[in-house]
């Protein structure tokens, strides 16, 4: 079952259920798909104000808070140079 736009809403592999330990049982398509294999590790998010779950593998969790670390730190030169910037013009009025 495939969305159109799996951007936004994604691709649904299926359905697993709740055993009686509450483990589930990820589909073995998302697994090979996704690269999760023994050991792997997820977060696990509140969604849909509290009907549901997304798993998340903390590698990409990883990689996204460096991207943002580094783009924060980017941002935040480009701010102290234009405050630079912003002062010295004043100064000459």
């Not at 997820?42 to 991207?67: D, M, P, W, Y």
């Amino acid at each position: 079952m495939e969305h159109e736009d799996k951007g936004i809403i994604g691709k649904c592999f299926g359905s697993t259920v709740v055993g009686p330990r509450g483990q589930l049982v990820i589909p073995v398509e998302a697994r090979r798909e996704l690269g999760i294999d023994v050991g792997t590790k997820l977060l696990v998010f509140n969604q849909f104000r509290g009907r549901g779950l997304t798993f998340v593998k903390v590698e990409a969790v990883e990689e996204l808070l460096n991207v943002m670390s580094r783009r924060i730190t980017e941002f935040a030169k480009l701010l102290r140079e234009t405050e630079t910037a912003d002062a010295g013009k004043n100064e000459g009025d």
